[in-house]
Structure formats: structure tokens, C-alpha cells
């Protein structure tokens, strides 16, 4: 018998973000208190990822998406400027892993900016299409499913 389960109801929607939201809050804290030790940035990164992949498993995130996007549209329809989500979405993802790439080959001590970019990306990930769509979700929902049940493991639940 094989053991499907839907990234949605993995963790239960709103327990899943508020997981992810604890997770970033932790790495925030480790990041700030870390004093250039090394260890601690890593520690701090890993909590940070897997704050992402857990987000993007939750509902929270595709309803940040949501909003982001009406939010756009109508800032778009105030000036009568017609916008394409998916591409904006799309190239935020780009942004996002761009923005993680160059604070770690800066300063892999000290990562305030690939923190903050970890929480953006898997919310773009959902407005995302095409390729990249394509990639982020491929990536953010199979990580997810291997987090959730690695925090499964841990928890005992």
C-alpha cells in the first residue's frame, strides 16, 4: 500500500504556519545572537530553510500570495497599468534565491537577508508559472513533505 498524503493536510494548514513561523522567529534570534560564530549562522540557516519548506506546505502561504496579488492589482488599476502576477511572482522567486545566494558568498556569519528572503520565496512560489513555477513548486513541495515528516519524527507526532 503506498502512504500518499497531500502537502496540505500534512500538518494540519494553520499548525503548519504557525511551525514555520516559530522556525523563522528561531533563526532570527540564533542569527542575532551568533556573534560571528559560524556554527550558530549555520544552525540559524537550516532552522530558516526549513521554516520555508514548512510555509510553503501550509495555507498561510497561498493566502499571503493572495493578498500580495490583489494588492498589486489594484495598485496596478489605480494607475491603469495592467500587471502579469505570475511573471512578477516568477521573478521574485528569481530575487529571492538571488538576494540568499549573495548574503551567504558576503557574509555566511551573518545572515539577516537570506533569512528574511526564506520567508518571501515559498509565498512567490505559489504566484509563480512556468518554469520557474514549475521548479519552485517541484522544489518547496518535496522538501516540504521530507521537513514535515522529519519535525513528524522529532515530535513524535
Not at 500534512?10 to 551568533?34: M, Q, S
Amino acid at each position: 500500500m503506498t502512504d500518499v498524503v497531500a502537502i496540505e493536510s500534512t500538518l494540519g494548514n494553520g499548525a503548519a504556519g504557525f511551525v514555520a513561523l516559530v522556525l523563522f522567529a528561531v533563526a532570527w534570534i540564533i542569527n542575532e545572537k551568533a556573534n560571528g560564530n559560524k556554527a550558530g549562522a549555520i544552525f540559524a540557516l537550516v532552522l530558516a530553510l526549513a521554516g520555508s519548506f514548512v510555509l510553503y506546505a501550509s495555507t498561510w502561504s497561498e493566502t499571503w500570495c493572495g493578498w500580495m496579488g490583489s494588492i498589486l492589482t489594484g495598485i496596478g488599476d489605480m494607475f491603469g497599468a495592467e500587471m502579469s502576477l505570475p511573471f512578477m511572482f516568477s521573478m521574485s522567486c528569481v530575487a529571492a534565491v538571488f538576494i540568499i545566494a549573495v548574503d551567504l558568498g558576503v557574509n555566511a556569519k551573518d545572515n539577516p537577508w537570506a533569512v528574511g528572503a526564506l520567508l518571501v520565496a515559498p509565498v512567490v512560489a505559489h504566484g509563480a508559472s512556468g518554469i520557474i513555477g514549475s521548479m519552485a513548486h517541484g522544489f518547496f513541495g518535496g522538501m516540504a513533505l521530507g521537513v514535515i515528516e522529519a519535525l513528524k519524527s522529532l515530535t513524535g507526532a
